[in-house]
């Protein structure tokens, strides 16, 4: 089941579906001079302090409170003390669904202990909280430091698919990346595993931005097959949709409320399936 913020963010998607298909590739997922030069005049406002104390904004004040004391005593330790406070303080952000922080954590681990899974995990932490945020600037300082991240991760595994992926997505989704070259990497890792989920549902968004409908209804087909979820049926119908097959596009929106669950999405789709059925 998709969560709310994943909801409402599939709702404004299709509500705007036609004007991002409208819109050229390189304005939808290409680099902008604009927000990477404010992504780089903003990015010293966020760091491990001030992404933690925004993350508090709102938490019971106990937990807060637990994760004040946890800060304090990273402060002061050093060493394999440091890192066993820091993954307790990493645990305590992903309990919270607080991906910002965590990457930060993570990152923190990395610097004193170069290891590939610290920086794997800085990398996902940071793309799944860019992923949805409203913040533009702080997303696209997000989407930079997971790209880092990654790149660390690639260095010091190059074999890796899960670090491909996660970089090739990093570069194609965010406004700080090089989207051709991530979609380079994410064709590598599908030409090794073609099975990858992460790789086509990424690849599918790519081809549905760019009007490429055919390959886009392959890429979520493939997905679905592997790991079926509501979002997945909905980027399928409206590839369907765009490209006449009402038919599929229906039974496919239809299998996105059905696993959604969520009243907002299923008068939405039920809209669009009252709409494709004229």
Known sequence: MLNTKQIVVIVVVVAIMGALLARPIKGLVGEDKGQASESTENSSAYN???VSDISKQGLNPTLAAEINALEEQVAKAEGDEKL??????????D???????????????????????????????????YTNLQDTAMAA???????????????????????KTGLGAAMVTGTTGNP???????????????????????????????????????????????SPD??????????????GLKNEAIAAFQKSKELASDPTLSQFIDRRVEELSK
């Open 95 to 129: 309990d919270l669904a607080k991906y910002a922080p965590q990457g930060f954590v993570y990152e923190e681990m990395a610097k004193i202990s170069p290891k590939f899974d610290y920086w794997l995990k800085s990398g996902d932490a940071y793309r799944s909280a």
């Open 180 to 226: 051709m070259a991530g979609i380079a990497l994410l064709r590598e890792v599908v030409e090794k595993d073609p099975k990858n989920v992460q790789a086509n549902r990424t690849l599918g968004l790519f081809s549905l931005q760019s009007r490429q409908f055919d390959k886009a209804i392959e890429r979520f087909k493939t997905v679905i097959e592997l």
């Open 230 to 243: 509501a979002e997945s049926y909905f980027y399928l119908a409206t590839g369907y949709e765009n490209i």
């Open 48 to 50: 491990f302090k001030s």
């Open 84 to 93: 066993a406070l820091l993954e307790q303080l990493a645990q305590k952000w």
């Open 141 to 163: 300082e997000l989407n930079r430091l997971a790209i880092q991240s990654y790149e660390k991760a690639v260095e010091l595994n190059e074999n890796s698919l899960d670090a």
